[in-house]
């Protein structure tokens, strides 16, 4: 049984509009947060986390929110641009020495 | 700076041909980890390693096996190749497997196994 779903696998939105990127997890113990973005041919990035001690971190364009009561985090960009258009990945860990648990994957494509 | 350095970057297999890949990482990282990639599969944990000289299993490991027999080099292997490893596989690696920091990522090795 998946424990990270990312159930859209592909999101189209057109440039300087926002994107949202949704991930679900199911045990309530994950306590680390991350998305990362990959390009074809390239391996996966790090983009941006978040820890269970709060609710909202933001980078730049690049913001993260996680609803810790409904297993819910999301990824918003704004602006979208061309060059955000790739794979996006949402990771989940917690204490230990177990490795990150990634989604499937969502595609973003953003048209210009 | 090199970071995770995976080779070959592309490789072709006859069924029931071996090979290994190789991950080398030059950030001195305790932790390191094999993944594959497949369409609509996301990326899947195959094996990983805690240090130097440790090994465990991840989500798909049947058909793999791995070794660390130095820090900065873990290396996957498969004895037996099938259709079926056909993928895209990533090695990373991180100071801690959890929440401190996050993964660094090789460029990847396509196998195609005919």
């Known amino acids: 049984d998946q424990q990270v779903k990312q159930n859209s696998p592909s999101l189209s939105v057109q440039e300087g509009r926002i994107s949202i990127l949704n991930c679900d997890y199911t045990?309530?113990?994950?306590?680390?947060f991350l998305w990362y973005k990959k390009y074809p041919a390239e391996g996966p990035t790090f983009l941006i986390s978040i820890s269970s001690i709060k609710d909202k971190n933001e980078d730049g364009r690049f913001t993260v929110f996680l609803n810790k009561s409904a297993k819910h985090l999301s990824l918003h960009i704004v602006p979208s641009q061309p060059g955000d258009s790739a794979v996006y990945f949402c990771?989940?860990?917690?204490?230990?020495?177990?490795?990150?648990?990634f989604g499937k994957g969502t595609r973003l494509s953003v048209i210009a | 700076n090199a970071g995770v350095t995976q080779t070959p970057k592309f490789r072709v297999l006859k069924t029931g041909q071996s090979m290994t890949l190789l991950c080398a990482q030059d950030m001195n990282h305790e932790y390191m980890y094999w993944y594959r990639q497949d369409p609509g599969m996301g990326l899947r944990l195959i094996h990983y390693?805690?240090?130097?000289?440790?090994?465990a299993k991840g989500e798909v490991p049947d058909g793999y096996n791995v070794s660390r027999l130095k820090k900065q080099n873990f290396l996957l292997g498969l004895e037996s190749a099938a259709p079926s490893q056909t993928s895209v596989y990533f090695c990373?690696?991180?100071?801690?497997?959890?929440?401190?920091?996050?993964?660094?990522f090789g460029q990847g090795t396509r196998l195609t196994v005919v």
């Open positions: 990373a690696s991180s100071s801690t497997p959890d929440r401190a920091t996050e993964a660094f």
């Open positions: 045990n309530s113990m994950f306590d680390y």
């Open positions: 990771a989940v860990g917690y204490s230990g020495n177990t490795p990150l648990v």
């Open positions: 390693s805690v240090g130097e000289g440790t090994t």
